[in-house]
């Protein structure tokens, strides 16, 4: 997408204006969702997914697994809402399954479920371990029928050239309910990133703001964890905006200590610094403690990030902290699409050149 | 639309002709490695965009950090009595600019204290010897990019010289000494420069390294007139400067741009940095035989700084008025009429 234009905030510097500015970053994060749009974004579609699922009422932690034979199960069209489906009238709790192999020539490449829109909340597991989830379910109830799904498959839960099972756990409140609309199916990244430190995982995360965080030998113990690349709402943050912290430790395993290095993360909604041992190694945005208006230009959310680092930061076989300072002024929040890792800048260049190959 | 107007604006200020276009497929890679700069460096598998245009449409959308550009290029001829220029268009956000691995330049600055320059369109003074003649010249250019657009977007590029130093009977332009700050001492002939930075004369100071820099400067330069140059009265072009100056020839005062405002042109500029400065240099005050000392004091008030756009150097009487005449031909009668009244 062209950027014919862009904002430099010397016009926001009285208060009506700031409005404006609030509102246009509303709106930029309204549009969002369309960005990230599995048709229109940079995503390819590798298998389609729609079709005939098993499907049953009801809700059972087994049937998450991969173990649990579904075969006394009805099946069911997906998509479409469950009541046109003979399970007319029926609001509650349901559970989709589908079996579907993964080839392992999509190793290495940014892999993402897209679940299209459900009505009202899911949960979605891969192999038993859980992906994604949008909406609240009971007793927290939120519905979130007009949210688009989109998870990123980590590659460790990936069963490559074998049989891979998809469950999907859904709440509907009434009317409609199921996996209702969308162009369900496993897409992919633009290219292939081959990590030196792969950083798609679990880290450490902590709402609030301590510029401690960022040292080395603090205490992060007590801190929940959260999968990256993943928007926080997803995880238990539904309405957090604001500060927040992420912190991960690695060992640097790295082949060629003489070359460059990029950490990679992705996109971030909305500004962010990265550091490591201490050390900032890259930020984008400005964080001055008020929403000053000349660096923040509101396209934040959406700037890939991929910061060189110093040369000589790493060593191998020496252990680190990466730890990441995000503010999110509305909407979708955190680490929200990766590739996140370290990278040789060989590599980067490589990656780079395949994207451009790719055209997209 | 943009780009012509750039090209009208420096055409017009400077009578910048172009030699060569360097517009078209140039080398480029992401990354940063400072052996890029080098000519000797292979980059025959590097891929190939198009300047300008930003590289987010050109295959790199969503890229950014650093990136490098490389061209090279032959150049038969350029005119003996040219400043030479190195035009670049803009480049989103700062860059630094070497030619067969000499740098020649650079705007905004990189991380970790990044500033954007991404609105200003480069144009770099190409020093005597940097450049050769028949024979392969490269050009490197290194970028960096916060986010939105990146690289070197819009504008002339291409390799430029100002006509007007046809007018000059001795060049000045070139390497320069060069001193932040302010000091009485600075003007005298027998202060000893050897210890301060040199700098590229006319080439705001901006590209020269002192980015945020406002305030006091002295620009100092040593010379010898070639055997049987002319006599009589002459004058010394100082081209553009921003914003005031005061400029001293062996010592002595010989004129500053608060002298030129009973000048018409000055009048018509409207501002100091908008000034042409020529100060008449009075029969037998430049040395026949020994070493000659300009020394200039400069002071910059705000954003670009410095001596940034020539001519340079020292023209006779008679070129004094046939360059006068043709820059300043835009006199209504009422102007006219008025400098003749102020001469007299």
Redesign the interface.
């Known amino acids: 997408?062209?950027?014919a234009w862009?904002w430099r905030f010397d016009y926001f510097n009285n208060v009506s204006r700031m409005k404006t500015f609030y509102i246009s970053v509303l709106v930029c994060l309204i549009t969002q969702s369309g960005r990230i749009n599995a048709e229109q974004g940079?995503l390819s579609l590798l298998q389609n997914l729609k079709g005939t699922w098993s499907f049953s009422i009801g809700i059972n932690d087994e049937w998450t697994s991969p173990k649990y034979n579904d075969t006394g199960w009805e099946t069911i069209k997906v998509p479409s809402s469950w009541e046109d489906q003979g399970f007319n009238g029926y609001n509650g709790y349901a559970f989709y399954r589908k079996k579907f192999t993964i080839p392992s020539v999509h190793k290495g490449r940014m892999l993402y479920l897209y679940m299209g829109y459900i009505d009202d909340v899911d949960a979605v597991y891969l192999n038993g371990h859980k992906i994604g989830s949008t909406g609240g379910f009971p007793p927290d109830y939120v519905t979130a029928y007009n949210a688009e799904r989109i998870y990123f498959i980590p590659e460790q839960y990936i069963n490559f050239d074998g049989t891979n099972l998809i469950a999907v756990k859904v709440y509907d409140s009434y009317q409609a309910g199921g996996i209702v609309s969308g162009e369900i199916g496993l897409y992919g990244g633009r290219a292939s990133v081959r990590f030196d430190v792969n950083l798609q995982t679990n880290w450490k995360f902590k709402p609030g703001d301590d510029l401690r965080r960022k040292d080395t030998g603090f205490d992060d113990s007590l801190w929940d964890e959260v999968f990256v690349p993943a928007k926080w709402e997803d995880q238990g943050y539904r309405d957090y905006d604001g500060y927040a912290w992420y912190r991960k430790s690695f060992v640097y395993t790295g082949s060629n200590e003489d070359d460059?290095l990029?950490i990679l993360l992705g996109k971030i909604d909305d500004i962010d610094q990265v550091y490591i041992n201490g050390t900032?190694v890259?930020s984008?945005g400005n964080f001055t403690g008020k929403m000053n208006a000349r660096i923040f230009?509101g396209?934040?959310y959406?700037?890939?990030?991929?910061?060189?680092l110093p040369a000589g930061l790493l060593k191998k076989g020496q252990k680190y902290v990466v730890a990441v300072r995000v503010l999110d002024t509305g909407g979708v929040g955190g680490i929200y699409e990766g590739p996140v890792g370290i990278i040789t800048?060989t590599k980067?260049?490589e990656y780079?050149?395949k994207?451009?190959?790719s055209?997209? | 639309m943009i780009l012509v107007a750039i090209t009208s604006i420096s055409v017009s200020a400077e009578d910048l002709r172009k030699i060569i276009s360097l517009s078209g497929y140039w080398k480029f890679s992401i990354g940063d490695d400072i052996q890029w700069a080098s000519p000797l460096y292979d980059d025959s598998d590097w891929d190939e965009i198009t300047v300008p245009e930003q590289w987010e449409n050109q295959g790199y959308n969503e890229y950014n950090g650093y990136a490098w550009y490389r061209k090279t290029f032959m150049l038969g001829n350029i005119p003996a009595n040219g400043t030479i220029y190195l035009m670049l268009g803009r480049i989103d956000d700062a860059d630094m600019v070497y030619l067969n691995g000499k740098l020649l330049g650079r705007n905004g600055k990189f991380p970790p204290d990044f500033v954007t320059a991404y609105d200003k369109v480069r144009k770099y003074n190409i020093p005597a010897g940097y450049i050769k003649l028949d024979a392969e010249n490269v050009i490197a250019v290194r970028v960096y990019d916060t986010y939105l657009d990146g690289g070197i977007t819009d504008g002339p590029t291409g390799i430029y010289y100002d006509a007007d130093n046809d007018y000059l009977s001795l060049k000045l332009d070139g390497r320069w000494k060069f001193h932040t700050g302010d000091s009485k001492d600075w003007s005298s002939p027998d202060f000893i420069d050897e210890g301060w930075k040199t700098i590229n004369v006319p080439s705001e100071w901006e590209n020269e390294g002192y980015a945020d820099y406002d305030g006091y400067a002295w620009y100092r330069i040593k010379f010898r007139l070639p055997q049987n140059f002319s006599t009589g009265e002459m004058y010394l072009s100082l081209g553009k400067i921003d914003d005031v100056d005061e400029v001293y020839l062996n010592g002595k005062l010989i004129g500053s741009v608060y002298d030129l405002r009973k000048d018409g042109e000055y009048r018509r500029s409207g501002w100091e940095f908008n000034a042409r400065r020529l100060y008449k240099i009075k029969e037998g005050s430049l040395n026949r035989n020994g070493i000659n000392t300009i020394a200039i004091r400069v002071y910059d008030g705000q954003l670009r700084g410095g001596i940034y756009e020539g001519p340079v150097g020292i023209m006779s009487a008679e070129n004094y008025r046939r360059f006068r005449n043709k820059h300043y031909t835009n006199q209504s009668f009422w102007d006219q009429i008025y400098d003749m009244i102020v001469e007299d």
């Not at chain 1, 959406?302 to 060189?308: I, P, T």
């Open positions: 997408m062209k950027m862009r940079n460059k990029v900032l890259g984008t230009t396209q934040e959406n700037a890939f990030r991929g910061y060189y800048q980067y260049i780079w050149r994207i451009k190959k055209g997209n």
